[in-house]
């Protein structure tokens, strides 16, 4: 009952709104591996709702000043994304299922060349220092390390002679043509970072249901970022709780790591999430 009386008071007030995020959302989601800030300004709706909430959140002090940059990076296109269906359980994590498609392959190593092309023009927020030491941190889901290594790969093609590039700590050298590395790719992606730091966030019992049902979730995220979000008993994390690991990931990587450029796979709301409560 109360679901539905929620969801009445939805479609009263915000049809029209939610009616055009899901159009672009569901279309971004079955096609686009997409760098977040292009994700951002096709869904512009998400990010003011997750900012409206943070007003009352407390910063952590400790990550005022970032001794490195990062890049977040959304995966590719997933068999759930085709199927319509979220897919967020935590179990997940250790699970193979919903992996990219051919598409998503395709997707995920044409970001990689995309940012080797960013990190090449020397973009005014990332530091000079910070270019030319590349980190891989993911989130542990079949989607997202798929992405992290088809990335790489990408990322690799592109490497010319005379670059100076380390990803994850190892040195990328090409031996004279472009794409012809010293290095294979798969030892590269292997020391990468898989942590449920940025793992996806939980919508709880919407788990397996159609992508609509985000309807439940994001208005109540207006209202309170410090509660779970949806209708009673439907579980979903709240934003607080994905804030909350989301920076003790950023934390992590702050003590790990110095003067790098960090690249965060992740999936749409944790994302989001992220950038909202670094703004």
């Known amino acids: 009952q109360t679901a539905f009386v929620l969801k009445k008071t939805i479609q009263t007030h915000t049809a029209a709104i939610l009616s055009g995020m899901f159009t672009s959302l569901t279309a971004l989601l ?3 591996c997409l760098f977040l800030i292009v994700l951002l300004q096709n869904v512009n709706i998400v990010l003011p709702l997750a900012l409206s909430s943070f007003s009352s959140m407390p910063l952590n002090s400790d990550l005022s000043t970032l001794r490195n940059s990062y890049v977040l990076l959304r995966h590719g296109q997933s068999t759930s994304n085709v199927e319509g269906i979220i897919s967020s359980c935590p179990s997940l994590c250790s699970s193979g299922k919903h992996p990219l498609t051919e598409e998503g392959v395709r997707q995920s190593f044409e970001a990689g060349r995309t ?4 990190l090449q023009s020397s973009p005014p927020s990332i530091p000079p220092t910070r270019l030319k030491n590349i980190r891989f941190v993911s989130s542990p889901f079949s989607r ?10 990408g990322f ?6 005379g670059d100076d590039v380390s990803i994850n700590g190892v040195n990328v050298e090409c031996d004279g043509y472009e794409g012809s590395c010293t290095v294979l790719p798969d030892s590269v992606s292997s020391l990468s970072v898989y942590t449920e730091h940025f793992r996806e966030r939980s919508f709880g019992n919407l788990d397996g249901l159609p992508l609509s049902t985000y309807s439940y979730v994001w208005p109540v995220d207006r209202m309170s970022s410090l509660r779970s979000s949806g209708p009673p008993g439907f579980g979903v994390e709240s934003v607080e709780s994905v804030y909350s690991r989301v920076n003790r990931g950023v934390a992590t990587c702050e003590r790990r790591w110095s003067q790098c450029v960090v690249v965060v796979v992740s999936h749409a709301d944790t994302l ?4 909202a409560g670094g703004a």
């Open 30 to 32: 079955s096609t686009n």
């Open 115 to 118: 940012l080797y092309s960013l």
């Open 144 to 153: 997202t390390r798929q992405t992290t290594h088809n990335a790489i790969q």
């Open 156 to 161: 690799m093609s592109e490497v010319r002679r």
């Open 272 to 275: 989001q999430v992220m950038q």
